[in-house]
């Protein structure tokens, strides 16, 4: 459960290795998420501004899609004109695997309905992949 930005209380454990987060109540939208390890670490960086850890590619999905986020912002907290605000539906994220990025669309206007880069260029670039 998101206790505030950055910050988050253990509501349940789990018996895998997938740490998953309520709805975070301070986003405009629902964005429940699943991470692994990995990505947990990455998601730490993410949200204290830190460098994220190197040669660790983690997998995390929002099988209940996303409608929170900047294509080209990390930290936007909601719709403005210039920051490439974007809908998902259910997909699945990369991250940590800077390598597997090169070959995919970096438009700050992506088609979600692909799988596209998201904060390209940035420290926290990550590969988003839908689900169908």
Known sequence: MWAAMGKFELC???????TCMADNPNTPGPDPMC????????????????EP?????GFMYMLAGGTDASN????????????NWVETGPHVMIVGAKGLLDTYPR??????????VMWPDT???HLMVPVR
């Open 72 to 83: 080209t912002d990390p930290y936007a907290q909601k719709p403005k004109p210039n920051n």
């Open 123 to 125: 420290p926290y670039e």
């Open 35 to 50: 991470a692994d390890r990995n990505a947990m670490e990455w998601v730490d960086a993410w949200l204290n501004k830190k």
């Open 53 to 57: 850890p190197r040669n660790k590619v």
């Open 107 to 116: 438009s700050p206007k992506p088609d979600t309905s692909v799988p596209y």
């Open 12 to 18: 349940g454990q789990g018996s895998n290795q997938f």
